[in-house]
């Protein structure tokens, strides 16, 4: 049977021959500036909490250790319950594990937390200690745990949450066996075990005037009275957008900062009634603006840290039933755009590093095309802070379906692509590049994506 060869058979031939080059950034685009780095031109940092189990999700981490952030604080394995679970018997590797992932990305570690109610062992609270008795346990229990990290963290939170929303002391083993006086033993021991350390008390409900952060503005005063070694004061910032905002922020923390003692906004997240619409993200955007604002106003505000930067790992849905969307990144690692710029002005920036203002990333896509069928070429180049772990997303129009690729984990879901780093070539100092490719099936048009993110941020 003759071969019939139409027009379009003809061009699709052809178009085997011709590889279509579409560059989507100039590559002379400059790195946006991170959040760490405007804090830092304004000699603070900015910082997000982390957990463990995150930690081995590669895409998660690259963006907790690629720039962004110049502080973590864990988020739960230095309390007691992680560090003595039995007594006298210690256990460091989970902390151990986000110091050392700090250490290789250059972040500082804001440790967290000595003395607290809550995440207490079994025997701990079981036991039914004399105040001489707990005593000891309180000092052995600081003597090891800030002696093990002597000189590798910035701060440690020494004493969390010791008052209730009255200004009353929280009723709590601490308090009801030694009184208020178990928060001077705690400072104490921590600056025997590490004289370097920042030592804290932190709390929530504190970072407008109150009862709650009078409470905490006396006992700051009466300790400072006494000589008992306290360096700051944490702010956690759990705020909420239906609950408003505490418009006497900044003069609240500068009336502590007058106490001669370091202020930070130590958990911030701001979370809302799901689902999320624009005005909520408006007003929590404004919040964000406004803590940064404040903390920015305070000579002595050394910084920020959010309580993890994605809503993927909040710890808020599960605390707060319906509510969430509280975090600067959503639960895809990509940036809400309002939200982070929002931030980024608040800190003295331009503000267009959350959508389509300067790329930290440079994507070159080509294709070859045999009309039923083609591979994609990508070649991603890094221009912003060195990464150690990368994802790239983008999205087709037409119904290309992925068959297989190579250099880097492909995968699709609907019309979205996913390709996460093949391990060899997951760290990218900036400047570098990479290439990686797929072969793909499609029937209709096959035109080229047109927007790239790159571990959440757009390649524009
Ligand atoms: O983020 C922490 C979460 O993973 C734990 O389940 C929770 C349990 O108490 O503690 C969370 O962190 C808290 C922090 O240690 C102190 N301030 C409030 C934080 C949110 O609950």
Redesign the pocket.
């Given at each position: 049977m003759p071969s019939r060869r139409g027009p379009v058979a003809v061009l699709a031939l052809l178009a085997v021959l011709v590889t279509v080059l579409a560059t989507l950034t100039t590559p002379a685009a400059a790195a946006a500036s991170t959040l760490n780095q405007l804090a830092q031109a304004q000699g603070k940092y900015f910082g997000s909490?982390t957990?463990n189990p995150e930690l081995s999700d590669s895409a998660y981490a690259a963006i907790l250790g690629g720039g962004e952030f110049g502080s973590t604080t864990p988020?739960?394995s230095m309390?007691w319950d992680a560090t003595e679970p039995q007594q006298n018997q210690f256990s460091y590797a989970q902390g151990d594990a986000v110091v050392d992932f700090a250490d290789a990305h250059d972040m500082m570690v804001r440790a967290?937390?000595l003395v607290?109610h809550?995440?207490l062992p079994n025997w701990l609270t079981s036991g039914n200690w004399s105040a001489t008795q707990l005593t000891s346990i309180l000092q052995n229990h600081i003597a090891n745990v800030a002696g093990h990290y002597k000189g590798e963290v910035y701060s440690w939170d020494v004493v969390?949450?010791p008052f209730n929303e009255d200004g009353t002391y929280r009723s709590d083993l601490w308090y009801n066996t030694l009184g208020s006086g178990y928060i001077a033993t705690a400072l104490r021991a921590a600056r025997a075990a590490d004289p370097n350390a920042k030592l804290y008390i932190n709390d929530?409900n504190t970072e407008g005037s109150g009862a709650k952060s009078d409470a905490m503005y006396n006992l700051v005063k009466s300790l400072k009275a006494q000589g008992v070694p306290i360096d700051g004061v944490g702010f956690?910032a759990?705020l909420a957008v239906q609950y408003g905002f505490p418009s006497d922020m900044q003069a609240n923390l500068q009336r502590f900062a007058d106490l001669g003692v370091d202020v930070a906004i130590t958990?911030l997240d701001v979370r809302m009634e799901l689902p999320a619409d624009s005005a909520k993200v408006a007003t929590q955007a404004t919040y964000y603006a406004d803590v940064t604002k404040a903390c920015m106003a305070v000579a002595r505000c050394v910084g920020i840290t959010i309580?993890d930067y994605t809503d993927k790992y909040s710890?808020v849905p599960?605390?707060f039933s319906g509510q969430g969307s509280a975090l600067p990144w959503d639960e895809n690692l990509n940036k809400k755009p309002s939200v982070y710029d929002a931030i980024a002005t608040a800190l003295g920036g331009s503000g267009d590093g959350g959508g389509g203002g300067t790329a930290n990333c440079e994507v070159a896509y080509s294709t070859n095309d045999w009309g039923s069928g083609f591979t994609a070429n990508i070649t991603v180049t890094n221009q912003g802070p060195a990464i150690s772990g990368w994802t790239l997303k983008y999205s087709y129009a037409g119904d290309q379906r992925l068959s297989q690729g190579w250099s880097g984990t492909w995968s699709q879901s609907g019309k979205d692509v996913t390709v996460t780093d093949a391990g060899w070539n997951g760290t990218l100092a900036t400047g570098a590049s990479t290439s990686i490719g797929a072969n793909f099936a499609y029937s209709g048009s096959n035109t080229a994506p047109t927007a790239f993110t790159l571990n959440g941020t757009t390649c524009d």
């Open positions: 909490a957990d988020g739960n309390k967290h937390t607290w809550n995440q969390n949450e929530y956690q759990h958990e309580w710890w599960g605390t």
